[in-house]
Structure formats: structure tokens, C-alpha cells
């Protein structure tokens, strides 16, 4: 199980970080990822990171503002996002995807899924 949490409602410039964590299973061995879903568009890969953190990926459109890590001793992955702007207005999900591998950047690739936490910015 994957619980998102971290969402809220900020200003365009702010900053937020989002958790995810995980139970019931250890996630160390897990490529972890971020995506997100705004009203009426389609889920889109926000960034992703390999199971021990040396390799990330990130969407063009967060590139220099998102920043993902995890902490496999907490079982948790996070998501610091800085200068953020109102199109980042999104229900953001993390994703779990089994194997040392290439962490992907397909949500069909993704294991296991959390439940979502809003994230809103004003102008």
C-alpha cells in the first residue's frame, strides 16, 4: 500500500513536498514515480527514481523545479516541488514498479499505486 500525502492549496512561487509512503511490502527494491492527473486531461509522469535513488527522470514541464528522492529506510519517496505554477493544479499520484530496473516512466509500467493527494495553485 502507497499513502500520498502532502497536497494543499499554495500560491503560484511556492513551494510543496509530497510524501508517499509505503507498507505492508518493503519498497527498497522498487523503481518509484510521481504522476499526476489535472480535470479533464489525461495522467501524465511527473519524475520517477530508480530503487537506490542514482537515477532520476523527470517530465520537461518540472524539470529544475521538482526535485523526487527516497529514503528506502523509511520506506518513503518524496516530491519537493519549488516555483510552482498554477499549471502543476493536479491530483498527484505515486506509483511503486517492481525490479532493479531502469526506472520507467509509463504509468502502465507501475505496479502498485497510491491513492492520490490534490495539489492546487493559485495565480
Known amino acids: 500500500q502507497l499513502q500520498a500525502s502532502g497536497g494543499g492549496l499554495v500560491q503560484a512561487g511556492d513551494s510543496l513536498r509530497l510524501s508517499c509512503a509505503a507498507s505492508?511490502?518493503?519498497?527498497?527494491?522498487?523503481?518509484m514515480g510521481w504522476f499526476r492527473q489535472a480535470p479533464g486531461k489525461e495522467r501524465e509522469f511527473v519524475a520517477t527514481?530508480?530503487?537506490?535513488?542514482?537515477?532520476?527522470y523527470y517530465a520537461d514541464s518540472v524539470k529544475g523545479r521538482f526535485t523526487i528522492s527516497r529514503d528506502n529506510a523509511k520506506n518513503t519517496v518524496f516530491l519537493q516541488m519549488n516555483s510552482l505554477k498554477p499549471e502543476d493544479t493536479a491530483v498527484y499520484y505515486c506509483?511503486?514498479?517492481?525490479?532493479?530496473?531502469?526506472?520507467?516512466?509509463?504509468?502502465?509500467?507501475?505496479?502498485?499505486w497510491g491513492q492520490g493527494t490534490q495539489v492546487t495553485v493559485s495565480s
Open positions: 527514481v530508480s530503487w537506490r535513488g542514482a537515477t532520476t
Open positions: 505492508g511490502r518493503t519498497f527498497s527494491s522498487y523503481a
Open positions: 506509483a511503486a514498479k517492481r525490479g532493479l530496473l531502469d526506472p520507467p516512466r509509463e504509468g502502465y509500467e507501475y505496479d502498485y
